[in-house]
């Protein structure tokens, strides 16, 4: 009986096995090693891109800082021209002012049946004082300035009986509001004190005697 030993080309298989696992474990860290490599360099790409990005931004938000700075500038500017064309507005309609108002008592005062003999504008408050023919004209005259868009109401302040030549008629005494809305300005309209030339006349002269 022929006996073979096996044993040699066991211990050749068992190594050539060992062998191909180290080949295959060589490669496969070959392989991990490269796809690391290959990672590693579109990161660092990445990264280079993104610090790219991020100068690029920083340089535009500087550049479109500096815009926001100039349009401030350009808006506080406006506002200040804005506010001093207010504030001439206000001058110009705060000096016309007064001559409406005296231009307004003109027009609602019956020449023919009343006489003013002063007015006194200040702080926005007239102060009239006249005659009239009788208690009628003065309270018709108050609606009027009620009514007016230029004042708020008028007060009496006197009345009384006068007698001019053989005519009896009435002094009288009132003041009149101007209304809030038309002061353009927080500070008092200037003081105006002048007669109203197209109302003030003098009472008619008294009959002759036969």
């Known amino acids: 009986m022929i006996r ?11 190594r050539n096995r060992a062998r191909q696992e180290v080949i ?31 100068a690029r931004l920083k340089k535009e938000t500087e550049e479109f800082q500096t815009v926001v700075t100039l349009i401030e500038k350009i808006k506080k ?7 001093k064309m207010k504030v001439i507005k206000d001058l110009k309609v705060a000096s016309q002012l007064p001559a409406r108002v ?10 023919d049946r009343m006489w ?11 102060l009239l004082s006249g005659t009239a023919l009788d208690n009628a004209t003065i309270a018709e ?3 009027k300035v009620g009514t ?31 209304l809030a809305s038309l002061i353009p300005v927080a500070t008092p309209a200037p003081t105006a004190k ?13 009959a002759a005697k036969k």
Not at 116 to 126: E, F, K, M, R
């Open 102 to 111: 005296l231009d307004e008592i003109a027009t609602l005062t019956p020449a």
């Open 24 to 54: 295959s474990l060589v490669a496969a860290l070959l392989v991990l090693l490269g796809i690391i490599c290959l990672v590693g360099f579109r990161q660092a790409s990445r990264i280079t891109d993104l610090h790219g990005e991020a």
């Open 194 to 206: 002048a007669a109203a030339k197209g109302a003030a006349k003098k009472p008619p002269a008294p």
């Open 4 to 14: 073979i030993n096996l044993l040699p080309v066991r211990q050749i298989k068992q």
């Open 148 to 178: 007016s868009d230029f004042f708020l109401a008028a007060e009496l302040k006197n009345s009384s009986l006068i007698k001019v030549g053989n005519q009896k008629l009435k002094s009288f005494s009132m003041t009149v509001n101007v």
């Open 116 to 126: 003013l003999t002063s007015l006194d504008y200040t702080n926005n408050v007239i």
């Open 77 to 83: 500017e406006q506002k200040v021209v804005e506010d």
């Open 141 to 143: 005259y108050m609606n």
